[in-house]
């Protein structure tokens, strides 16, 4: 059976260095072009297309890019994510609106009080398994939008408005209906995000994760460090989703906890588990479809949620790899016995 | 403040039983089916949720009662009762059951990895709770008084009132019935073999498919009950109350030692007074929080329960 | 003879009310092959779980090149210088066979996770010479034609010696074997039989639990065997075959005699 995902890293690793180079620009290139290739037809009922392509479509890339970390590559259920995306977004709306610092200082900061979120949550919640990590991290994210909405010092159910853009970068200005820049800074984050998981994977790091989601009781007897690779991928996982907080700051202006509900951690897991758990590629694509697609046909976008929960039940019991499954294939021996 | 509570320490206890009751039969729900196969039931919260709206269809719709209607009393008050009761439970048993056959049973028998059934059952309360979001168009429905919320006496000071009376009286019934069940019956015994050692149980002739089909069943049998007394005690309901409740009742099992029915009942009380007491001092707005906070520190420091297995153990 | 590596010393574990493992006291010395045989249920393969740390004994001691082991986190028993396999084998079944041993070698590593994030030299040597180290164990185990193939599609045999390849990755003192032989047929027992030798004579010391008698009496140095989680008794292979209680222990005991 052809199968999409093998035949592009076949032709990736024929590829010698410098046709390599070529095709990431390319790839770059035709990403980068995106917002000057849409039509009006590509419009939603609710914006048009330039901006849901930063909103929701490069947002849902990156979170799920991060969540990818934690589910695909170290098998461990997080439905708390949503908590990261409101931690960075809240550092961006207080420091933006009570500091005089900027977005792009804001940024390191926000990632930073994610990653700490993702540490205090981590150490106790990473000692349970499955099932059980899951409802803890479901509460995490209750707690911290619940917070959020009861603490009126960091603007309870009003959230926090007026929220600054970013400054002016090499002469080009954030303003808001300026969607193209957005989106050509956000396709930075997550060309980022992209080359520090590919980094990851094919060292140390990415066995033990690899390790740990097969069978973490072997890997840890085989002297993997289990605990705290699964930190790592909590806290890697979280200073993605609060970049993305920050960014998505800096682009709405206003913030309030319903921005930050479950249902947020849900969409991106659905996208994760639609594209297929741990194959970046497949993620990407995964968070594309569902983040364009129901804001298109209006038909979907009012029963969005119920499409997303049925998308989950579909996806595990037909093709529980998603559309572009994680790498199955061996790589080809000559010469060596290759059918049983 | 603290005088205050003293004074309102007795209502605030019934109050407090009632609702932990309405936790013990969720808290069932989620435990038989955690006991046999080692598995969150997600969707059983959602499971609770339409028990409460089965309730109001039968009194609405079955009894024709309206917001002017006045309150039964008597023998047609007990039999009103009792269908509602019957009625909850019914859809929520079937509902359970169905649940299971689509959302779980290919996954089992396929015996795919361990997110899979988890990531299906999410997507399965999702799928329930829009569906009945899109039905109700996003509103609250509130359920036609059906009695009159009578005093019944006083009880060191505590207001006896006639539905915490009934939740109490009747949760305790039925978890003494779900007891006998599972200890006597044939198919209690199945299940309880399951629960123990899948494998000698399939080995001595359980007929597996039938007893999760079993055990769903009377899961979601409590679950419905739990929903009918919710409606009796709150008299209102919505699409999205599943989430709440079920994660309190979740973490009540958890308290109590998850896979155990007694643990469940423990547990379910205890969370009850708890959030009662809590939500006295801290303001009911913070009710969903002391929950997981009760729920984080019983899984960190004694994930065993009070009772019940290691979760964190290693089955090596 | 030779110094020992491994202690157990009256170790007791109890599960509730249940003894597993019932004041068991043993020595392995190093370089020999020690075979541990008892008749099923008889808590072999408990030994291992507490000497590797999988459960925490109830009462005695373990102490592994001098130095008490219990109560240590169990990958740093590993990285201390334990490995094993086991009994129902637990590959990593979507990773090639050479990925399974690369992760078990990647116990000694320095480099970690931000290394390796930002392409340091000592990650990137590393990984090349772990590379080789795992091809070598494959080839020293003789399944080296497999490094490439996924360890989930493996024949059942290669599995099984890729676990001792893979525990092999991980550099240790003292190799643990769960029923190494289980399912092989004479054939490939008598090939098993070999290679556990030639990884005693690379210098490893191997625990070895096995069913069949004739693999163990032929292989081992040493037996110790225990029934009902005790010791019944520790001797040459050519002694233990005649120790009146053992040959009790596995063809019961007459009922005449008590």
């Known amino acids: 059976m052809f199968n999409l995902r093998d035949w592009g890293a076949d032709v990736w690793e024929r590829s010698s260095r410098p046709i390599r180079v070529l095709i990431a620009l390319g790839a770059i290139a035709i990403a980068a072009s995106l917002p000057l290739l849409g039509g009006t037809f590509l419009n939603t009922p609710v914006a048009d297309y330039g901006s849901v392509l930063v909103f929701p479509v ?24 949503v908590a990261f995306f409101a931690i960075g977004a809240y550092t961006m709306g207080l420091l933006g609106t009570k500091t005089g610092l900027n977005s792009w200082e804001i940024l390191p900061i ?43 010092s960091i603007g309870g159910a009003n959230g926090i408005v007026g929220i600054p853009t970013p400054p002016t970068v090499f002469g080009l200005e954030y303003t808001f209906d300026n969607h193209r820049l957005y989106f050509w800074t956000f396709l930075i984050i997550i060309l980022l995000t992209i080359w520090m998981i590919r980094r990851l994977s094919v060292r140390r790091a990415g066995r033990a994760w690899e390790s740990i989601r097969q069978d973490e009781d072997a890997a840890e007897l085989m002297g993997v460090p289990t605990f705290r690779y699964k930190i790592w991928a909590f806290v890697l996982g979280a200073s993605v989703g609060g970049a993305a907080g920050v960014l998505y700051a800096s682009k709405t202006l206003f913030i309030s906890p319903d921005n930050f509900t479950l249902q947020v951690s849900i969409l991106i897991l659905a996208c ?69 | ?256 030692g998850i896979g155990n029915i007694k643990g469940a009942f423990y547990g379910g009380i205890a969370l009850g007074l708890l959030e009662t007491y809590a939500s006295f001092f801290l303001g009911t707005q913070w009710k969903a929080v002391t929950v997981f906070l009760v729920l984080v520190v019983v899984l960190y420091f004694r994930p065993n329960g009070v009772f019940g297995e290691a979760i964190t153990q290693t089955r090596a | 003879m030779s110094e020992s590596i491994l202690k157990l010393d009256n170790v007791t574990m109890q599960f509730g009310g249940v003894v597993a493992l019932n004041d068991v006291t043993f020595e392995v010395r190093k370089q020999e092959i020690l075979g541990l045989i008892g008749p099923n249920g008889a808590g072999k393969t408990t030994v291992f779980n507490v000497i590797t740390g999988v459960y925490q004994i109830t009462k005695g001691s373990i102490t592994f090149n001098g130095k008490s082991i219990s109560g240590i986190k169990r990958y740093r028993i590993t990285k201390g210088g334990i490995a094993r396999t086991f009994q129902n084998i637990r590959l990593w079944g979507d990773m090639t066979a050479l990925e399974n041993v690369i992760t078990a070698t990647d116990t000694h590593k320095k480099s970690g996770l931000l290394s390796g994030l930002f392409g340091l030299p000592v990650s990137r040597k590393e990984e090349r010479r772990d590379k080789v180290r795992a091809q070598e164990l494959l080839d020293f185990i003789g399944i080296g034609e497999y490094a490439d193939r996924l360890a989930k599609n493996l024949p059942y045999g290669v599995q099984r010696r890729l676990e001792i390849a893979r525990a092999l990755g991980t550099n240790p003192k003292l190799l643990l074997l769960d029923e190494p032989a289980a399912g092989f047929n004479p054939a490939e027992k008598v090939e098993l039989a070999k290679t556990i030798r030639k990884i005693r004579d690379a210098g490893y010391t191997v625990l070895l639990i096995e069913h069949d008698m004739s693999l163990v009496m032929g292989v081992s140095d040493r037996v110790v065997v225990i029934d009902f989680g005790q010791k019944i008794a520790d001797d040459l292979p050519a002694k233990v075959q005649n120790d009146k209680r053992v040959i009790e222990a596995y063809l019961g005991v007459p009922d005449d005699a008590s």
């Open chain 2, 1 to 256: 403040m603290l005088a205050n509570f003293q004074n309102q320490f007795a209502s605030l206890t019934v109050g407090g039983l009632s609702l932990g009751f309405i936790y013990v039969l969720i808290a069932l729900g989620y435990t038989m089916v955690y006991g046999v196969l080692r598995m969150i039931n997600f969707a059983n919260s959602e499971i609770f949720m339409y028990g409460t709206f089965a309730s109001i269809v039968v009194i609405r719709d079955v009894f024709k009662f309206t917001q002017q209607s006045e309150p039964a009393t008597g023998f047609r008050l007990i039999y009103i009762l009792l269908f509602c009761l019957i009625g909850s439970m019914l859809m929520a048993g079937i509902l359970s059951v169905f649940l299971e056959l689509v959302a779980y049973r290919r996954l089992r028998n396929k015996g795919s990895n361990k997110l899979a059934p988890l990531i299906s059952a999410i997507g399965m309360s999702i799928v329930l709770a829009e569906f009945m979001r899109i039905l109700t168009d996003s509103r609250y429905v509130g359920s036609p008084r059906v009695m009159e919320k009578k005093v019944l006496g006083n009880f060191f000071g505590a207001e006896l009132r006639l539905d915490n009376v009934i939740i109490v009286v009747a949760g305790l019934v039925l978890f003494i019935g779900l007891s006998q069940f599972v200890d006597k019956t044939r198919l209690g015994k199945a299940i309880r073999a399951v629960s123990m050692n899948e494998d000698a149980a399939k080995l001595m002739g359980v007929n597996l498919n039938f007893v999760v089909s079993g055990t769903f069943l009377v899961g979601g049998l409590m679950t419905g009950a739990a929903g009918f007394f919710y409606i009796l005690k709150y008299e209102n309901t919505s699409f999205n109350i599943g989430f709440e409740l079920g994660i309190a009742a979740f973490t009540a099992a958890i308290l109590g």
């Open chain 1, 272 to 340: 994760v588990v639609f594209g297929g758990m741990g194959n970046i590629w497949g993620v990407i694509l995964g968070a594309i479809i569902l983040g364009y697609l129901p804001d298109r046909i209006r038909f979907i976008s009012d029963a969005r949620l119920l499409v997303f929960g049925a998308v989950l039940v579909l996806m595990m019991n037909l093709r529980p790899d998603g559309i572009l499954p994680r790498k199955k294939r061996e790589k080809a021996l000559p010469g060596k016995n290759q059918n049983e």
């Open chain 1, 110 to 152: 926000g990632i930073a009080m994610a990653m700490f979120a993702g540490l205090i949550l981590g150490v106790p919640a990473l000692r349970l398994r499955g099932d059980y990590l899951a409802i803890i991290t479901l509460g995490f994210g209750e707690i911290v939008r619940i917070t959020a909405l009861n603490l009126n």
């Open chain 1, 58 to 81: 490069a947002i849902f890339v990156i979170m799920a890019l991060g969540l990818n970390i934690v589910i695909g590559k170290s098998g461990l259920l997080d439905l708390g994510y």
